[in-house]
């Protein structure tokens, strides 16, 4: 059964809920738990957003902190009401935490530890200070047998501990490196402007449709960095539309490098995916 993007998964008298990328209101988790007609025996959820806000915006460093513990402590008391009005057998806690690989976005993976990438173990450990404690704290190929409650840990991490992540994290970039760079050299530095393509994609782009310029209505910056890129903008505006050589008057920006860029004009990388990963986004 799917609800609004949960996924509920009903078999042998047990029930599991999956809220993997779903938000769901209580009177939504209600309607749930009477169509199951039963204990919901699994609450799978997301306790790290899916979001880069705030981390790459331009914020001042205090006001950054400030807004990643806002959204780090909206998204647990979210998990906490559901967790309340569902009333599981079991509470697992997953999606997240991402790991950072690249040397240029390492720095990012601090985030785990006050900012808006909690691990599953935070999770855990916040709900338990509030009275929940029934969660259950999963890896990579451990496994829970929903009718016994019962964890079956994958051998991989003995040893392990969420406090001493950094070490493994430094060990893990360092044995993916090559694949990370692979990855880099499929996207080498330009070797001419690429203003002509930018000019001639976005023009286009305002041509296909007046609804979602009207919902866009600003005018948004680019600041490609590196060869063959520059300070150029689209205006969405009505009557002020166009592609322009200048960031002045732009309400949001984005700073990419000039590399990134020939991917999304030529439509291999979707700008849904594109937005997913570190990119800079500064709003002027």
Same mark, same amino acid.
């Given at each position: ?13 047990? &029930?599991?809920?999956?809220l ?18 039963g =204990?919901?025996d ?5 306790? $790290?957003?899916a979001?880069?806000y ?27 009401? $559901? ?13 997240g ?13 601090a ?9 599953q ?13 029934? &969660? ?20 991989i991490?003995?040893?392990? $501990? ?11 970039a ?20 690429? @203003? ?5 994609? *976005? =023009?286009?782009?305002?041509e296909?449709?007046?609804? *979602? ?11 490609? =960095? ?13 009557? &002020?539309?166009?592609? *322009? ?8 920006r ?11 004009? &030529?439509?291999?990388?979707? @700008?849904e995916?594109? =937005?997913?990963s ?7």
């Amino acid at each position: 059964m799917n609800h609004d993007a949960a996924i509920v998964i009903e078999g042998e008298e047990r &029930t599991i809920l999956n809220l993997n990328d779903a938000r769901l209101s209580p009177v939504q988790f209600r309607e749930i738990r009477a169509r199951v007609q039963g =204990t919901i025996d699994l609450l799978c959820l997301q306790g $790290a957003g899916a979001s880069w806000y705030p981390v790459c915006y331009a914020y001042p460093e205090q006001r950054r902190r400030e807004l990643a513990r806002r959204k780090r402590f909206a998204k647990f008391a979210y998990v906490a009401r $559901a967790v309340r009005v569902v009333e599981p057998g079991a509470v697992l806690p997953f999606a997240g935490p991402p790991c950072f690989l690249d040397p240029d976005l390492f720095h990012h993976n601090a985030e785990l530890d006050k900012g808006i990438f909690p691990d599953q173990q935070q999770v855990a450990d916040w709900l338990n200070h509030r009275g929940i404690h029934n &969660t259950v704290v999963l890896l990579p190929g451990d496994k829970w047998d929903p009718v016994q409650r019962r964890k079956g840990p994958d051998p991989i991490w003995n040893g392990f $501990a969420f406090a001493d992540r950094l070490p493994y994290l430094q060990a893990y970039a360092e044995r993916r490196r090559p694949q990370v760079q692979a990855v880099l050299a499929r996207h080498p530095e330009p070797n001419m402007s690429l @203003w002509g393509e930018f000019c001639e994609y *976005f =023009t286009r782009l305002l041509e296909m449709s007046p609804y *979602f310029n009207r919902r866009i209505n600003m005018r948004v910056g680019f600041d490609i =960095t590196g060869p063959g890129g520059g300070q150029w903008a689209v205006d969405f505006r009505a009557g &002020t539309a166009g592609v *322009f050589q200048s960031l002045d008057g732009c309400s949001y920006r984005y700073r990419l490098a000039s590399r990134l860029l020939p991917p999304l004009l &030529t439509g291999a990388v979707p @700008w849904e995916d594109f =937005t997913s990963s570190p990119l800079r986004l500064a709003r002027a």
